[in-house]
Structure formats: structure tokens, C-alpha cells
């Protein structure tokens, strides 16, 4: 389900957002460059979905100014790593928005890192777009400069909840996650959705993100009568996790993830350690798509480029890479932060790299509204409904 802002808190907070810039220059563009910055997991847990998605964008973003730019303008991205660590994620937004002096936010990673990164950007009137993060707290409470590009976690968990209680005859849900705002996001929508069907939630772990030990919290788990699991961990931990449930012989259960876990890397983990996994996400794997020429001739061109086919983190960095330069193209070239913004609320367009609609509007700051069920399936994911 699409979370819709209330019309009339977003009002208010529309006519107050940009007074500080009302009469000024805008910050981050002179008449031949736009500053664009990323805070991001370049080399921690998520890194997996971090450096790809800012390489992709990157590339885009040269594909662009060797064609002239934006209104004549080059596109610059600067990315600074936080590797998934809170002071040095408030040490890098505080550089980019008031010593680089950035125009945008784009493709930040983690929830507590975009949350806590909100009030310094709302003083500034600088738009936050695509933050590789799917909380609810990416558009709510509603503010002019927020805007997701797909389904938030929540709804996917409640959606993933509904996929295997109806497929699966699933009835007793449990979860392990890690106890962050992201994690926390995905345990409430498992334990809501579990809850709504009349299903028992019945137990969770939490975990460090560095925590690779798990036979002791699925051995619970297990001993709990949980039959399906939901998981907020890194990349490397949904993986162990899935391989450690194999070696104590636990076949009997489901494990579905969010976007988050949605990933190539955990597909194609050798001898069939992850296959069967679930995820729920706001788009299709990118090897659904191959046959679309747009897809097919970016796959070229980055594995090209990188040395290796994208996966889910380039797949998000192009995405909203194209996005942002659609709205740079219909805010014109008299570019402010207002501006900039009307351009991003009338955009209305099919995602030529993940083939979902995408649309956003003064009332809605969510771009995709699809929830799609994925399975592991031969070292591919393989889709299975969609919400």
C-alpha cells in the first residue's frame, strides 16, 4: 500500500521549507556545474549495495556531460563513504551540505544515517532523492525535500507476511534483524502483518552487524515452532544465516527478507546455500529485464566500464541517476531548490531500468508503489506475485 502523506501537514510544511533560501543563491549551481552528493557505505556492511549504486550513477551522470550536460550544465557527484558508521555518516553530511555545498542528496545509504541526516537538510532546503534505504522514515512525517524511490520496508514485510501465509501455509512468524531503525522497520511489519492475518508472532534475535555466529539464535528459533523468519542483516550475515539453517538440517521453515536483502550477490552464492530464500521488494531483478534494450544496452555498457555484469546496487545507483536528471531537465535552466522540487512532484514515467511506474506528486513523495515477491531459484530470482 502507497504511504500517503496527510495534504495538509505537508502543506505547512511546503510554505516553510524555502524561506531561508528564498532571496539567495542557490547552493550547489553556478552556470556550468551541479554538486551532487552521496552519503554512503563504500566499504562496510552494505557496501554491497553502496559502491556499485554510486559507480553506476557516476557513469550515467559521464554519459551525460559528454553529451552537454543539464541545461548546459556538467553533473559532479561527490560520494563520501561512512561504512555504515553513525559518526562518520554526520561528519560526511556536514561536509557535503555546508563545505562542498551540494544542490541534492542522492543514493545516501542506511535509515539511522538518512534520519538523522534530515533536520540539517530541511534548514538547508536540500532535496534528499533515492536513499538507498526503504523505512517509512525516508517520507514521513511528510516534508517537502523527501523523496523514496520505491515501497518502504513495512509494507513489503506485511506483503511478504500475506505471500507465504496464502502460498505457503505459513502461520507462525518470527524475525532477526538488526535493532536499528532498519531493522526495527522490518520487524513491525512482519509482527503486523503476522498479527492482521490472525497468525502468532512468536519470537526474534537481534544481531550486531558484525555478528557471524548464528547457530544459537536459529537453534531458538527453531526450538520457538517458527516456520517463517524474517531477516533485517547485512549481506554477508543473510547469507551465513541462510547456509547455517542448511547445516543443522532446518528445511522445514521460510526465509523472506526485504528490499534490503534483495540482492544479486545473495543469489548467486555457489552450491545452492541460498536458494529458496524470499525477498519483497519494490522491483524486479535485473534478469527479468534483459530482453528490454534500454537494460541491455546499459549491462553492456557497465559491465564494459567495471569489469563485471551490474547487479542490485548499480541497478538502484542508475535508476536514480535517471530519475534525477529527468526532474534537473523539467525544472529548466533558472535551477533553484523550488524549482527543482515542482520538477520532482510532476514526474510521471515508466523506469526504463526496473520497468515499474513511477510517479510523484505534492502529496506523494513515494515514486514506486509495486511489492514484488521474489524466490531464489536456480542461482536466480525468480519472480513469484506481486502486490
Same mark, same amino acid.
Given at each position: 500500500m502507497k504511504n500517503l502523506m496527510k495534504p495538509l501537514a505537508f502543506a505547512l510544511a511546503m510554505s516553510a521549507a524555502f524561506l531561508p533560501q528564498a532571496n539567495a543563491q542557490t547552493q550547489g549551481v553556478t552556470d556550468t556545474e551541479i554538486l551532487i552528493g552521496s552519503n554512503n557505505d563504500l566499504s562496510g556492511p552494505f557496501a554491497a549495495f553502496g559502491a556499485p549504486a554510486t559507480g553506476a550513477a557516476k557513469q550515467y551522470f559521464d554519459q551525460v556531460n559528454a553529451a552537454g550536460g543539464v541545461h548546459g550544465r556538467q553533473l559532479k557527484l561527490i560520494a563520501e563513504d561512512h561504512a555504515y558508521q553513525m559518526p562518520k555518516a554526520m561528519q560526511n553530511i556536514n561536509k557535503l551540505v555546508n563545505s562542498d555545498q551540494v544542490f541534492v542528496m542522492l543514493l545516501s545509504l542506511g535509515t539511522p544515517m538518512n534520519i538523522a541526516s534530515f533536520p540539517l537538510l530541511e534548514r538547508k532546503g536540500i532535496a534528499n532523492i533515492g536513499p538507498l534505504s526503504a523505512a517509512r522514515q525516508m517520507i514521513e512525517p511528510p516534508a517537502p525535500y523527501k523523496f523514496a524511490g520505491f515501497s518502504s520496508y513495512y509494507d513489503q514485510m506485511k506483503a511478504g507476511v500475506n505471500y507465504l501465509s496464502e502460498n505457503n501455509d505459513r502461520k507462525v512468524f518470527c524475525a532477526m534483524y538488526l535493532p536499528t531503525d532498519f531493522g526495527k522497520e522490518i520487524q513491525e511489519g512482519t509482527k503486523d502483518g503476522a498479527t492482521e492475518l490472525g497468525?502468532?508472532?512468536?519470537a526474534e534475535t537481534t544481531h550486531k552487524p558484525d555478528e557471524q555466529d548464528f547457530v544459537g539464535s536459529l @537453534?531458538? +528459533?527453531?526450538?520457538?515452532?517458527?516456520?517463517?523468519?524474517?531477516?533485517?542483516?547485512?549481506?554477508?550475515?543473510?547469507? @551465513?544465516? +541462510?547456509?547455517?539453517a542448511k547445516k543443522i538440517g532446518w528445511d522445514d521453515v521460510d526465509f523472506i527478507g526485504s528490499s534490503a536483502a534483495f540482492h544479486t550477490a545473495i543469489a548467486k552464492v555457489p552450491n545452492g546455500i541460498t536458494e529458496g530464500f524470499y525477498a519483497a521488494a519494490g522491483w524486479p531483478d535485473l534478469n527479468t529485464r534483459m530482453d528490454d534494450p534500454h537494460v541491455k544496452k546499459w549491462v553492456e555498457d557497465y559491465t564494459a566500464e567495471f569489469g563485471e555484469a551490474p547487479g542490485t546496487g548499480a541497478l538502484l545507483g542508475r535508476s536514480a541517476a535517471e530519475g534525477l536528471v529527468m526532474a534537473l531537465e523539467a525544472a529548466g535552466p533558472d535551477l533553484t531548490a523550488e524549482g527543482f522540487l515542482k520538477a520532482m512532484e510532476s514526474l510521471n514515467y515508466v523506469d526504463k531500468i526496473t520497468g515499474v511506474q513511477t510517479d510523484y506528486s505534492p502529496t506523494d513523495h513515494q515514486g514506486g508503489d509495486a511489492i514484488i515477491i521474489s524466490k531464489i531459484e536456480g542461482g536466480d530470482w525468480q519472480v513469484k506475485g506481486e502486490k
Open positions: 497468525h502468532e508472532y512468536k @537453534t531458538k +528459533l527453531k526450538d520457538e515452532g517458527c516456520d517463517a523468519i524474517a531477516t533485517a542483516l547485512t549481506v554477508r550475515q543473510t547469507i @551465513t544465516v +541462510l547456509g547455517t
